[in-house]
């Protein structure tokens, strides 16, 4: 029995000492050679500025700090419009890493919640400098806005002189606007229920004229920016609460095709 005892205990006895020497071992190699640490911590950090130089590339901070702010992409420029409780827009230059102070939203504005999209004008040249915005938003029971922004380039005015300044200024360029009817009657999107807080939108349909709406708690409209209406109201099926929402534009191959043409 002894002898089977000591044969079983004898492997495991081995293992142990073989894993304390290469203990002792790697102690004794760092407390001869601290540098060794060192080095080793220099080779992380340096493999991780690599990868973090090859995902992201630091830009000029903004002017002033601004939390969910909604943005625009227009050729080179990122339209940066307003935030939460901030009214400053700002246009940022891609190429030239600059940022152009555009306008303020006006004060009667409360932007606690709410959307900015790009309409899309099927007549327009898409290499023409002038685009529309939209803004719209605001929480249940508060006063929700609905504004619209002839935008034209504020880096175009280093190139211009100011006499199509003055120009841009007089056809309201750059400036938030309520948005009208034919008859000049102001227009709203959103009904007093409504709560746009975390709130996407997105352009479809064959005229991109039908701005899809999704908000809370799993809400979806549909509002035709042509004819200024609602088309429909529904609820989308998800059983859990959706607070921020996420939108995407999905093209059919029949869309695809008539692009092309």
């Not at 005892?5 to 407390?31: D, G, M």
């Not at 943005?71 to 600059?98: A, M, N, W």
């Not at 921020?244 to 059919?252: D, G, R, V």
Request: aromatic share 10%; charged share 25%; hydrophobic share 30%.
């Amino acid at each position: 029995m002894d002898n089977e005892n000591t044969t079983q205990e004898f492997p495991e006895r081995q293992a142990e000492e073989k894993q304390n020497l290469a203990v002792s071992t790697s102690n004794q190699v760092l407390k001869d050679s601290p540098s060794a640490i060192v080095d080793l911590e220099k080779k992380v950090e340096q493999s991780q500025d690599v990868v973090t130089s090859t995902l992201f590339q630091s830009l000029k901070n903004l002017p002033v700090p601004l939390e969910g702010c909604q943005c625009v992409q227009h050729k080179h420029e990122i339209l940066i419009c307003g935030g939460q409780l901030k009214r400053d827009c700002y246009s940022y230059h891609t190429l030239k890493d600059e940022y152009k102070f555009i306008c303020e939203y006006p004060e009667t504005v409360l932007l606690n919640g709410y959307c900015v999209v790009k309409l899309v004008n099927n007549d327009n040249n898409k290499d023409s400098s002038e685009i529309t915005l939209l803004s719209f938003g605001g929480k249940k029971g508060v006063k929700k806005h609905t504004l619209i922004m002839k935008y034209v380039s504020v880096w175009s005015n280093d190139k211009s002189n100011d006499k199509d300044n003055e120009i841009n200024k007089s056809n309201n360029y750059n400036k938030w606007v309520p948005l009208t009817d034919e008859h000049n009657n102001p227009v709203i999107i959103g009904r007093k229920e409504d709560n746009y807080f975390g709130a996407r939108a997105v352009l479809g349909g064959s005229n991109n004229n039908l701005l899809f709406i999704t908000y809370f708690e799993h809400h979806i409209s549909v509002f035709d920016v042509n004819t200024l209406r609602f088309i429909n109201h529904a609820i989308l099926p998800i059983s859990f609460l959706v607070s921020i929402f996420y939108i995407a534009l999905y093209q059919s191959q029949h869309i695809k095709d008539k692009d092309k043409k």
